[in-house]
């Protein structure tokens, strides 16, 4: 019997969402190293359109399982019906997204299939003549590689790592429809899902944005951040998670995964650690530029240009050069 | 309300690390630990939610050597009631299946109405423990919580947060399990008198190996620094000959004049 490789699909508000690719690019990687057959499941209510777009789209089988009333994710109705249908394909390894809907189904999911699970996986490697799983560690300064003997193994694939075939598949693959049997959830009622009305504040169309992660450590050092900011036209001041959180900037110029993506002909991160969750919001940027006292910071590893100083120093001396008049 | 948040200890954000193939785990340049920062945020809910309610009581739990009772003793700092420990001999990685297992078996019998988590830890960033100790127990779970709100006695009402500054709504039954993800509420400062009070308090010590649990096998190959995707020039010299530099090249580019 060969063993399968199964794909969980992710969607929202009716569309197939591009990770479901990026997975879908991850397991045909898996596969080069264990033979195995691919399958994608996708759950919903209606589940038609998005069965089809899956099989046009990459020609794997496909298997949709009709959810009644579930239109929209809801984690208990996840975990019910994919333990069901993975109890009985036994697929080897099971892949999900290490998005919003990944992180919150697939570790107690993995739990209760009794399979080890790997998350925010960003390549597979061969060592020491074991598959291993390579994630980020200690904010995204190290990778470790992870194996397992288990016979089951839950991945979640880190959105961005792998990159997805944009071409439709030649043949679509077969599509398989069955119904789950699932109970309202009694532990978990939706009440909806509610849109956010913070509009990005000019970061998104700036030529030039200047970043403030927690390493300007103090409230007061913002002033710091908007006076490097106003040396360039065209800029605007933005921010990690943590400096919006805190109430130094406003969410509005958070940039990353739960904020804004910007593409700045130039970005200046200041005393940013390089966390995927920021990095994914800023990668796409022309020039980018980091100033960080940690010299092994991860934000070095998408930088073209790395400063190790301390920025409360380092930013009043930038300041005093590019204004003082030019020697010649 | 009793509410139980479990919080580790994380080296700081500032401290370097550097691969160890020895160990096949990491090695770092200093000590200094601290709070997980997302479990502060947890605490903060926690005590938040104490307060509103002006009833019931505020645990904390962590699974870690000796070292870490200073996050139990800092979060008793901020207001927490008690604090277990979960006392561990190893120094590699604990899999984040077992930290779940080893607090799920501790905390069974203990009727929490609510157990908090972070949404991930900045150390080993799994995103798992919350989620899948919920399994273990068999709680209702919402993960990446960032509003919490009591409903009547048996229920909370949580908004979880998604992609593209989207949030799902759910009314979730208590018991349950929700991973807290950072927000607008900043964790407070343990005051003074509350510290010098904590540092005098006891703490309930469980030696991991009473706890007899087994969770599937994952293990570290190796560790390693990432790759760059970029040139990643480091600029040499004095701090104003950077300076000096880093001018010239955005000249170079018409980026300043
Ligand atoms: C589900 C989820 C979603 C998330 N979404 C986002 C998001 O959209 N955007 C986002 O930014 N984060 C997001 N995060 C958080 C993210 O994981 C990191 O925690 C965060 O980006 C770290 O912020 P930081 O780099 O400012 O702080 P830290 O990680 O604390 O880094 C501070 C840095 O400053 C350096 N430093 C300290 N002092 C100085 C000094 N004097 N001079 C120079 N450098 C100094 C340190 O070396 C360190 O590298 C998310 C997390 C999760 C779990
Ligand atoms: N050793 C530990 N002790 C107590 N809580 C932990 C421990 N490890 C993880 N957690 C909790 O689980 C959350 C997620 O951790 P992780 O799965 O490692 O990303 C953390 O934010 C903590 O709340």
Redesign the interface.
Known sequence: MTSTILVIAEH?DGQIRPVTGEIVACARQLQQLQPADIRIVVLGDPVETLAETLSQKTGLPVDAIRTPHLA??H??TY?DVLTDFIKELQPRYICAA????G??????L???I???????VEAIVE??G?I?FT????????????????AQIVLSVLPGSFSADSSNATTAGAICYRTAISET????????????S?KASGITEAD?VVAAG??IGDRENIALIHRLTA??SGSAVAGS??VC???WLD?AQQVG??GFSVQP??YIACGI?GAVQHVSGM?ASG???SIN????A?I??????????DLK??IP??I???TSPHPD | MNILVCIKQVLAAAVRVFPDADTRWIRSDSDEYVMNRFDEFAVEAALQLREALSDGRVDVISVGPERAEAVIRRALGMGADDGIHIITKTCGPIPPAVTAALMAASVRNRNYDLILTGVMSEDDMNAQVGPAMAEMLDLPCATAVIQIERRGISTVYVEREMEGGMRDALEIRLPALLSVQSGAHPPRYPSLSRMLRANRRPIETIPSTDLGMTAPDIHVVRTAFPGKTRAGYFLEGSASEKAAQLLKIFQARSLMR
Request: hydrophobic share 40%; proline share 4%; glycine share 8%.
């Open positions: 929202a929209e994710y984690g208990d975990r290490h998005t919003s809907q992180l919150d189904f697939a570790p107690g993995a739990v209760r009794k399979a080890a699970c790997i998350t925010g060592a020491d074991e291993c994630r980020r560690i200690c904010g995204g300064k190290l990778t470790a590689d992870i194996a397992s003997p288990n959830s009694a532990r978990t009622i939706p009440c909806g899902v509610l849109r956010s913070v030039v927690r390493g040396l360039f998670r943590i959180d805190q109430g969410y995964v739960t002909a130039l650690s990668r020039f980018i530029v006292s940690d010299p092994n991860a070095f590893n998408v930088s073209d240009i790395c400063i190790v100083e120093t380092f001396l930038f005093e050069t590019a």
